[in-house]
C-alpha cells in the first residue's frame, strides 16, 4: 500500500537555526498538507499546497515558514530560525482531492527538537 | 467557542462494551468529517469518513447531523486495540484547511 514518508524521523536543532523537513507524498496525489503536534495538545493545520502554490494557512504559518515542491517527489517545510515553541512533531500528508470522499494519508512525522 | 469540539474523555471501558463519542463544529460551512484514531506519539490514521446518511464499517458506526452541526462515532464490541485517541476532522468547503478536534482518550480495559 502506498505511503507517505518523512525524513528525518527526528531533528534536534539548536534556537535561531533552520531546518528543513522533507516529505514525500503519495505518487498520484495533488494536494499536499502540514501539520504540527505539540506534545500533549492536539493536531493543528499548517499549511496547504496545490499547484505549487499555497493554497491556505493557517495563522501559525508565519514569514519563518515555507514550503516548496522542488521536485516531482518531494515536498518540504523550512524553518528559518527555529524557537523553542517550535519543538512539536510535524507530519505531512497528501490527498488525491479535496472532494468529501478523498481523504489525507498522513505520514510518520519528524519530532523536532529545538534547544 | 472552538471550531471542533469533542468529549474530553477519558474513557474507561471494559472489553465488549459500546461506546459513544461525541462532536460538534461551529463553522456552518464545513463539509467533510472523518474520524481518525492516533496512537500514543504516531500519525492520525482515518477510521472512517462521516456522511450524512450515516456510516458504518464492521464495529464502527459514524452519524453526521448537520442541522445540529454534530458527529458521532459509535463503537461496538470494544478491543482491548481501540485503545487510542479519537480525532473528529472536519474539512472547510473546498477541503484545505482541515480542523482536528483536540481528540478523546480511549482505554479498553481486560
Known amino acids: 500500500e502506498p505511503e507517505v514518508t518523512q525524513t528525518p524521523s527526528h531533528q534536534v536543532t539548536q534556537m535561531g537555526q533552520e531546518v528543513i523537513l522533507r516529505c514525500v507524498p503519495i505518487?498520484?496525489?495533488?494536494?499536499f498538507y502540514w501539520y504540527r503536534q505539540i506534545l500533549g495538545q492536539k493536531v493543528e493545520f499548517l499549511v496547504s499546497f496545490y499547484n505549487n502554490e499555497i493554497s491556505e494557512k493557517s495563522e501559525i504559518f508565519d514569514d519563518q515558514f515555507s514550503v516548496e515542491r522542488p521536485d516531482g517527489s518531494n515536498f518540504t517545510l523550512k524553518i528559518r530560525s527555529t524557537k523553542l515553541e517550535d519543538s512539536a512533531m510535524y507530519f505531512c500528508?497528501?490527498?488525491?482531492?479535496?472532494?468529501?470522499?478523498?481523504?489525507?494519508?498522513f505520514g510518520p512525522g519528524t519530532r523536532l527538537t529545538v534547544l | 467557542r472552538k471550531e471542533v469540539e469533542q468529549d474530553p474523555g477519558p474513557f474507561n471501558v471494559p472489553e465488549g462494551a459500546t461506546v459513544a463519542f461525541n462532536c460538534t463544529y461551529s463553522n456552518s460551512a464545513s463539509q467533510s468529517f472523518f474520524w481518525y484514531r492516533q496512537d500514543c506519539r504516531k500519525e492520525p490514521k482515518l477510521l472512517m469518513s462521516?456522511?450524512?446518511s450515516g456510516n458504518e464499517d464492521g464495529r464502527f458506526t459514524a452519524q453526521l447531523n448537520r442541522a445540529s452541526q454534530y458527529i458521532s462515532l459509535l463503537i461496538r464490541d470494544s478491543k482491548l486495540s481501540d485503545s487510542a485517541t479519537y480525532l473528529c476532522?472536519?474539512?472547510?468547503?473546498?477541503?484545505?484547511?482541515?480542523?482536528f478536534g483536540a481528540g478523546t482518550r480511549l482505554f479498553v480495559k481486560a
Open positions: 500528508a497528501s490527498s488525491e482531492g479535496t472532494s468529501v470522499t478523498d481523504t489525507q494519508y
Open positions: 505518487s498520484n496525489h495533488l494536494y
Open positions: 462521516v456522511y450524512s
Open positions: 476532522v472536519v474539512n472547510r468547503a473546498g477541503g484545505f484547511k482541515t480542523i
